[in-house]
């Protein structure tokens, strides 16, 4: 049973450009999470989608983030115009999504991105 | 807002001792709180979770404790091994809303051979 994978795992870019970033989370995973790790610092939550409902984006730090999920399948965050703060590691994770208690998160390798 | 910090920021200690890594949150209105660790280069690995109603849970030589009142969480590793050396981080769930996790800045382990 594959994890969840993350593309590309590493990203160069130069500021001002877009980049698109994708997980596919685990099969029959309802629920997908990204999240942020600027060097030296916690995760960051930054967007869930669970099923058909409307993703909940209260973590995106700015309108130049967005996220699509086809589905309950592959996700893809875009984030437009990077700059330079926009440097982390994106970690995907999904997780069945039933059962508020007991539901565990698994994680994807990440994607690291370097705004120059 | 839910504020989760680890002290030590890091920590090494000789192969085969005991160590325990502290937690603590300040809002005890969650769900269940998980410990993972963090490889260089690899992801989050979930290593015990453990429910809101529930006082502590084990697996092999880890085992967890929750005070849910105190805010306050830590992981006990038995006889540390080598491999044992990576970041762990704890992270909680909130009571109410989506399941978004809010995590800790973590404890970087080494243990010396």
């Known amino acids: 049973g594959a994890g969840v994978s993350q593309s590309p795992s590493n990203k160069v870019t130069e500021k001002g450009k877009d980049v698109e970033l994708r997980c596919d989370p685990i099969s029959g995973h309802t629920a997908l999470y990204w999240y942020r790790q600027r060097l030296g610092q916690g995760l960051e939550f930054l967007i869930y989608?669970?099923?058909?409902?409307?993703?909940?984006k209260s973590g995106l730090p700015s309108d130049r983030f967005s996220a699509e999920r086809t589905g309950e399948s592959v996700s893809t965050l875009t984030i437009q115009r990077t700059q330079q703060e926009d440097s982390a590691v994106y970690l995907c994770?999904?997780?069945?999504?039933?059962?508020?208690?007991?539901?565990?998160?698994?994680f994807g390798p990440g994607t690291r991105l370097t705004v120059l | 807002k839910q504020e989760v910090t680890q002290i030590p920021a890091a920590l090494s200690v000789p192969e085969g001792e005991n160590l325990v890594l502290n937690c603590s949150f300040t809002d005890s209105a969650i769900y269940n709180l998980q410990w993972f660790r963090q490889d260089p280069g690899k992801g989050l690995t979930s290593l015990l979770l453990?429910?809101?109603?529930?006082r502590e849970q084990t697996s092999g030589r880890l085992n967890a404790s929750l005070d849910k009142s105190s805010g306050r969480s830590t992981l006990y590793i038995a006889a540390s091994q080598p491999g044992d050396s990576a970041t762990y981080l704890c992270a909680v769930r909130r009571m109410f809303g989506n399941e978004k996790l809010t995590f800790g800045t973590g404890t970087r382990l080494t243990i010396i051979p």
């Open positions: 989608f669970q099923g058909n409902s409307a993703p909940d």
């Open positions: 994770a999904s997780s069945l999504g039933r059962g508020w208690l007991t539901d565990t998160q698994y």
């Open positions: 453990i429910q809101s109603s529930q």
